[in-house]
C-alpha cells in the first residue's frame, strides 16, 4: 500500500474508537471498527480521502483488528501505536431491527464484566504526528484530553479546518478548543442547555442535531433548519450521525480553503445535505456504517454526488 506524504494528508483525527460487537434482535451479528471517530475517519478513507489516524491501541487481538480495518480501507496507519500491557477497547451495541432502536453497554453480554474502555493519545502520540498535524487539511476529534487539545492546536496553527464533535464536556478544555474550532457538531438533547451561549459568543459554525428531526446551522446568533432527509427502511439509526460528519467533511475538503475562510452557514448546507443522505441511506442496514459494508464506497460516492448536483459549489 502506498503510504501518503505528509502534504498529501486531508485528515487526521483521533478520538473514540473501539471494537462495536453487535447484537441485532438478541443475536450477535458483527463486529468492526466503531466508535465516532472511527466510523469518520474509516469512512472518508474508504472514499479515498488521505486520512491518518492518530489512536493510542493495545497491542492484542482487537487492536489488530482495528488496525487492519484500517490498513484495509487505505489510510495511513503510521500513527496508530500499540501499546504491551494495554487492552483495545470494546462497546457492544444492542439493536431492535423492527424498531430502528438500538443501546450501548460496555460489559460483556456472557460473562457481565468490564470492556476496556478508551484511552486518548498521550506526549508519545502526539509527537509521532507532528509533521501530518501541521500539514493536514482538516483535523476531527470527539474527545478532548490535554494531548488531543495539543494536537488541536498544532492543526490548526497549520491552516487546518478544526471539526470538533463533542459527547460531553470538560470545561478546563472546552473554551480553549472552542476558540480555535472552525465547525462544532452537537446533540441538542445532550449538550444543547449547556452550550448554546457559549458557541452564540464564539466563531465556530455550529451543527445542532435534533435526532430524526433533523439539525440547524448556526453562526453567531443566525440560523438556518435543514430537515433529515426521509429514510426509505429504518433498520438501525446508529452512525446517522457519524455520516452526517462525513457527507459534509468530504464536501469540506473538495470545496474550502484554510478555516473556512469567507464561508458561512449557507454556504454549508450543500454538505450538510449529502451528510444528511447518507445517512438516510445508512439507517436501511443494521451497523453504524452499513451502507459501506452491505453496498460499497462507489454507491456511497454516488449518493454525495447527487447533493453536490443539487448544491452546486
Not at 469512512?43 to 489516524?53: D, E, F, K, N
Request: proline share 4%; hydrophobic share 40%.
Amino acid at each position: 500500500m502506498m503510504i501518503p506524504r505528509p502534504d498529501t494528508i486531508d485528515v487526521v483525527g483521533t478520538g473514540f474508537t473501539v471494537l462495536d460487537r453487535l447484537y441485532a434482535d438478541g443475536d450477535f451479528t458483527a463486529e468492526a471498527l466503531g466508535g465516532s471517530c472511527g466510523n469518520v475517519l474509516v469512512s472518508l478513507a474508504m472514499l479515498h480521502r488521505q486520512v491518518a489516524p492518530v489512536l493510542a491501541l493495545g497491542l492484542d487481538e482487537i487492536g489488530e483488528q482495528l488496525f487492519t480495518e484500517f490498513e484495509i480501507a487505505g489510510a495511513d496507519t503510521r500513527y496508530i501505536h500499540r501499546h504491551p500491557g494495554r487492552r483495545s477497547p470494546v462497546l457492544r451495541q444492542e439493536l431492535d431491527t423492527h424498531s430502528g432502536q438500538h443501546s450501548f453497554s460496555f460489559t460483556c453480554r456472557d460473562t457481565f464484566e468490564e470492556f476496556p474502555r478508551y484511552q486518548p493519545i498521550g506526549h508519545e502520540e502526539l509527537q509521532s504526528a507532528m509533521a501530518a498535524l501541521e500539514n493536514c487539511a482538516l483535523f476531527y476529534t470527539d474527545r478532548l484530553s490535554p494531548a488531543i487539545l495539543d494536537a488541536m492546536a498544532q492543526a490548526y496553527q497549520g491552516g487546518a479546518i478544526i471539526y470538533f464533535e463533542p459527547s460531553d464536556i470538560d470545561h478546563t478544555l472546552f473554551e480553549e478548543a472552542l476558540a480555535i474550532t472552525s465547525v462544532l457538531k452537537y446533540s441538542s438533547d445532550r449538550l444543547g442547555p449547556e452550550l448554546d451561549e457559549l458557541v452564540a459568543a464564539s466563531a465556530a459554525i455550529a451543527i445542532v442535531t435534533y435526532g430524526a428531526d433533523g439539525l440547524e446551522l448556526r453562526h453567531g446568533y443566525e440560523r438556518i433548519w435543514s430537515a433529515a432527509y426521509p429514510a426509505e427502511r429504518v433498520t438501525d439509526t446508529c452512525g446517522s450521525g457519524d455520516m452526517v460528519s462525513v457527507g459534509l467533511i468530504d464536501w469540506l475538503l473538495a470545496r474550502t480553503g484554510p478555516r473556512l475562510s469567507g464561508l458561512g452557514i449557507h454556504d454549508l448546507m450543500g454538505g450538510v445535505v449529502a451528510g444528511q443522505r447518507l445517512a438516510a441511506e445508512n439507517c436501511a442496514f443494521a451497523g453504524a456504517r452499513g451502507v459501506f459494508q452491505q453496498r460499497d464506497a462507489a454507491y456511497v460516492r454516488s449518493i454525495l454526488a447527487h447533493a453536490r448536483h443539487t448544491f452546486p459549489a
